[in-house]
Nanobody, 124 residues
Framework: QVQLVESGGGLVQVGDSLRLSCAAS????????MGWFRQAPGKEREFVAA????????HGADSVKGRFTISRDNAKNTVYLQMNSLKPDDTAVYYC?????????????????WGQGTQVTVSS
């Protein structure tokens, strides 16, 4: 089993930045793919970004490209999501996920483990 705990969410203003963290514990592997997804009220879960064991990154929606950056620290079993220039449309619960290496990093079904989510609210 792998446990994932997200942190770093909160209430911010338009244009602010946040850094989300996801700490993994249990039967983790540095070769796992780590991903971030988000779900806004009344909407489907959306892929944000993923990073594989060697640092290869897959970006999600065009709306976050250039503003959100995913990174990982394998020594700390932690993945990060740096979010800049936040907009009201970024308001959602953000979930961290982990899974075995896969080329389909944008697909939620590829991930075996999920965190409980952290709320990000961007106020205008």
């Amino acid at each position: 089993q792998v446990q994932l705990v997200e942190s770093g969410g909160g209430l911010v203003q338009v244009g602010d930045s946040l850094r989300l963290s996801c700490a993994a514990s249990g039967r983790t592997s540095s070769r796992d793919v780590m991903g971030w997804f988000r779900q806004a009220p009344g909407k489907e879960r959306e892929f944000v970004a993923a990073i594989n064991w060697s640092g290869g990154i897959t970006h999600g929606a065009d709306s976050v490209k250039g503003r959100f950056t995913i990174s990982r620290d394998n020594a700390k079993n932690t993945v990060y999501l740096q979010m800049n220039s936040l907009k009201p449309d970024d308001t959602a619960v953000y979930y961290c996920a982990a899974g075995a290496p896969t080329p389909y990093t944008w697909s939620a079904v590829q991930y075996n483990y999920w965190g409980q989510g952290t709320q990000v609210t961007v106020s205008s």
